[in-house]
């Protein structure tokens, strides 16, 4: 009768000695620490949910809301507050990517290898989500598409599709208002950016109700902006954020602002845009958003997941010994728009009508 342990070589290794079985353990870590920590930028913009639409109150005026004196014998009025509710739907599809390896292929390779394809699959992840986020961002059309058998929509900003929005601090709007829009010159201006800031105020996002405003910008137009001076004309001066190098003959009177916002590197600040380049924002366009805080209702976008599978879902290969051969990554998820008047286009062109960038056309 045979008798012994079993042999180290049975368990399958990769060529520089590491248990397969080890590399899908820390592959699941490796998921789980991803979407625990997500794109911060995108926690600070979108909501999250795992239903095909929400009924949502578009920010209105609460301003003619008043504290009655109290009577001992009667019962107060009743607060009642006045806004839209839409149902805004949000689109959702599974992506997956295979990280299949043969048994073979597995006791060739390092397990640096194969971290590296793991690696791409949690990039080739994070790339989709936020390709979808900001294929939203930019799409001026509404949506229809169905679910089960009942029709939704997928609103867009406001995009002057005959829907009012609420009216605020005595502002009102008509059904042409737009929140997609070309800025009449060839060259971003100044007043671009205060007319962003200033059609934010208009639907209650401010600093005073809590609301930062931000700027995504390529280079090309980041570059034009560092450079709006009042004394040249601007409304604001821009200010670099904090730690940047600049020289100016002037006082700065107040802070400057943060050197990062969301896990992106702040250029500056203007009024109440923090602006923030990015070279995968394409150029010609000026992106205004709002956020009023992490996974807040009144954020812009909302981010849609499965209900029970949240996140990014690494699902193992039919070989119960070795879960990695022929494993792959998994995902549900779609973007849509939250609230309509908490986003904002603007492409810098002379021609009256806008056009979405055609590399984020979904």
């Not at 194969?114 to 994070?126: F, I, P």
């Not at 007319?195 to 980041?222: K, W, Y």
């Not at 996140?311 to 728009?337: D, R």
């Amino acid at each position: 009768m045979a008798r012994g342990y079993n042999a180290l070589a049975d368990v399958l290794r990769t060529a520089d000695g590491v248990d397969v079985n080890r590399l899908f353990a820390e592959t699941q870590q490796a998921v789980a620490a991803r979407n625990a920590q997500r794109q911060r930028w995108l926690d600070l913009i979108a909501y999250r949910t795992t239903q095909p639409t929400d009924n949502v109150l578009q920010v209105g005026d609460t301003s003619s809301i008043q504290m009655e004196e109290a009577s001992e014998y009667g019962l107060p009025q009743g607060l009642r507050v006045t806004g839209d509710f839409i149902t805004m739907g949000a689109r959702a599809k599974w992506y997956d990517i295979g990280a299949k390896f043969t048994y073979r292929g597995l006791a060739d390779m390092s397990s640096e290898q194969v971290a590296a394809v793991t690696n791409a699959a949690l990039e080739a992840d994070n790339k989709k989500v936020y390709e979808l986020a900001m294929g939203q961002l930019f799409r001026p059309t509404n949506v229809q598409f169905t679910e089960n058998g009942v029709a939704m929509t997928q609103f867009a900003f406001w995009n002057g599709d005959g829907a009012v929005p609420p009216t605020y601090n005595g502002q009102s709007f008509d059904g042409t208002h737009t929140h997609f829009r070309t800025s009449g010159a060839a060259n971003v201006q100044s007043g671009d950016l205060d007319e962003i800031i200033t059609d934010f105020r208009s639907h209650g996002f401010s600093a005073e109700t809590g609301t930062q405003m931000v700027l995504l910008v390529n280079p090309v137009e980041g570059a034009i902006i560092n450079g709006f001076r009042v004394a040249d004309g601007a409304a604001e001066d821009f200010v670099p954020a904090a730690g940047a190098r600049f020289f100016t003959p002037d006082h700065l009177l107040g802070q400057q602002p943060a050197a990062t916002w969301g896990g992106f590197a702040v250029k500056g600040a203007y009024g109440e845009l923090l602006v923030i380049e990015d070279s995968r924002v394409p150029a010609g366009y000026l992106v205004g958003l709002t956020s009023g805080g992490e996974n807040v209702g009144t954020a812009p976008i909302m981010l849609r997941e499965h209900p029970k599978l949240t996140g990014l879902q690494i699902i193992p290969g039919p070989n119960g010994n070795y879960p990695l051969v022929e494993s792959y990554f998994a995902h549900f998820v779609g973007a849509g728009v939250r609230q309509r008047g908490a986003g904002l286009v603007m492409q810098i062109t002379a021609n009256a009508a806008y056009a979405p960038p055609a590399s984020l056309a979904l």
